[in-house]
C-alpha cells in the first residue's frame, strides 16, 4: 500500500522561510512525476509546482522565484523550499506522487496534507 507522508509546516511570519518534506513508501516500483498542490481557506485545490523523474520542473506564477521543488529519487522524497513567505502562501500543502506500483499499475497518491499558516 503505497502511503505520501508529508512533514515541515508551521506557523511561520511574512518573510520567512519553510521546507516540506514528502515521502513516499509502500509497494512502489518506480515514480514518475511529483509534485505540491495546495488550497486556502475557501479556495480550489491549485498547482504549486511539479518535478519529473528526470528533475525537469513547473511553478505556478505565484511562487516563481520564491519556492523551489526537489527529489532525492533514492530516498522516494520529495521537498519544497519556500522562501519570502506571503500571508496569501497560507494554505493546507499536498503532496502528490504518480506511481508505479509493484502490481504494475499507475497510479496518483496523495499525502494527508501539512499546514502552512504565513502571519505575523
Known amino acids: 500500500q503505497v502511503q505520501l507522508v508529508e512533514s515541515g509546516g508551521g506557523l511561520v511570519q511574512p518573510g520567512g522561510s519553510l521546507r516540506l518534506s514528502c515521502a513516499a513508501s509502500?509497494?512502489?516500483?518506480?515514480?514518475?512525476?511529483m509534485g505540491w498542490y495546495r488550497q486556502g481557506p475557501g479556495k480550489q485545490r491549485e498547482l504549486v509546482a511539479t518535478i519529473s523523474s528526470v528533475g525537469s520542473t513547473n511553478y505556478a506564477d505565484s511562487v516563481k522565484g520564491r519556492f523551489t521543488i526537489s527529489r532525492d529519487n533514492a530516498k522516494n522524497t520529495v521537498y519544497l523550499q519556500m522562501n519570502s513567505l506571503k500571508p496569501e502562501d497560507t494554505a493546507v500543502y499536498y503532496c502528490?506522487?504518480?506511481?508505479?506500483?509493484?502490481?504494475?499499475?499507475?497510479?496518483?497518491?496523495w499525502g494527508q496534507g501539512t499546514q502552512v499558516t504565513v502571519s505575523s
Open positions: 502528490n506522487a504518480d506511481v508505479r506500483t509493484e502490481q504494475w499499475y499507475r497510479l496518483d497518491f
Open positions: 509502500g509497494g512502489i516500483r518506480s515514480i514518475f512525476g
